[in-house]
């Protein structure tokens, strides 16, 4: 027999000869649900695994029309709680068998190029993991009508867009209750990047339920993007150009890494804890004794399950726009200390 050239991959081909089959059969054996005896099946997976042969998906997805392939869409892969959500959706993925394609959009790469290419690849679904679902994507999204999209962690604000989420209005109004139990009065809130498709709804809350109780936001604090310095940056410009005595007394912070920002402005300016500050999205660092931040608790696995189902199954017309309910985490930042 002449000898295998080192480099040369192992084809279905080969393990059938080997084995004594069709190429079909071998096909068949590395196929879910196919017609095929178990004793052929495990014979041929044996002489598979000896030989160094696994089945080209890429292949097979020419006659299924499926690749079994997902793109994550995100763009603040800074903040840690993208990096939370995205290995929650590579594993559950990976459980189903599925593998996964991550489209970075930034600047330079558009998220029109990130979809343009998710149709490239042929993927089976989008899920959107970004922070600000920007028009020109649903735009697109809405003219390559193949590719199931589903929004996760926000409202796609588009009627005709899925999403999971967090009840963002309703966490919003549990934190302004906690403020005001504590007696704080001039209360402001630190928001992210403004985007019209991005709608979490958690200011809206806060802001009503703080008006609603005769108490209404003092100021928003805005920032650029949802990073540590940005939170930081922002605090400071605050404190700089406001008297003492005008201060905020508590701040809610759109996400975790603006308020842990926020909290190293008040040590850099040697006011630690006399703003009382809140976060959302529970990351593994608010619960650092440097910080222990009292933040909101979103359940990542949870809705990360359901954007998959429904990309998955994208003519079911169950929970099509999922809000789910969180839960506040007590820590210590929401009480500051005396003047």
Request: aromatic share 6%; hydrophobic share 40%.
């Amino acid at each position: 027999m002449t000898p295998r050239p080192p480099n040369k991959k192992v084809t279905a081909s080969d393990v059938a000869a080997r084995a004594g089959v069709s190429k079909w059969t071998v096909s068949r054996a590395f196929t879910d649900g196919a017609s095929i005896a178990p004793e052929v099946r495990a014979r041929i997976l044996q002489l598979a695994a000896d030989m160094g042969y696994s089945p080209n998906l890429l292949a097979r997805s020419l006659s299924t029309r499926s690749t079994g392939l997902m793109a994550l869409v995100a763009d603040e892969l800074g903040n840690p709680n993208q990096l939370k959500i995205l290995n929650e959706a590579t594993r559950q993925l990976q459980a189903k068998g599925l593998s996964s394609l991550l489209l970075n959009v930034s600047p330079e790469y558009s998220p029109a190029t990130a979809l343009r290419l998710a149709d490239q690849f042929q993927v089976d679904g989008i899920l959107f993991l970004g922070t600000t679902l920007k028009h020109e994507l649903v735009e697109l999204a809405q003219r390559i009508k193949h590719i199931p999209l589903v929004v996760i962690m926000r409202n796609s604000g588009m009627a005709e867009i899925p999403f999971v989420s967090t009840d963002g209005y309703a966490a919003g109004t549990e934190i302004a209750d906690l403020f005001l139990a504590q007696g704080y009065r001039r209360i402001g809130y630190m928001a992210g990047p403004l985007s019209e498709r991005t709608e979490l709804r958690r200011m809206e809350g806060f802001r009503d339920r703080l008006e609603a109780c005769g108490a209404a936001l003092a100021c928003v604090i805005e920032t650029a993007h949802y990073r540590r310095e940005q939170g930081m940056q922002a605090l400071q410009r605050y404190l700089e150009s406001t008297p003492r005595d005008q201060r905020l007394e508590a701040l809610f912070c759109e996400n975790d890494i603006l308020a842990i920002g926020a909290m190293d402005a008040l040590v850099a300016t040697n006011a630690q804890r006399k703003i009382a500050i809140v976060g959302f999205d529970d990351i593994e660092m608010a619960a650092s004794p440097s910080y222990e931040l009292t933040t909101f608790h979103q359940p990542v696995e949870h809705l990360v399950g359901e954007a998959i189902r429904l990309v998955l199954e994208p003519g079911s017309t169950s929970h099509r726009k999922l809000m789910a309910p969180g839960s506040l985490v007590l820590r210590s930042s929401h009480r500051r200390s005396a003047s």
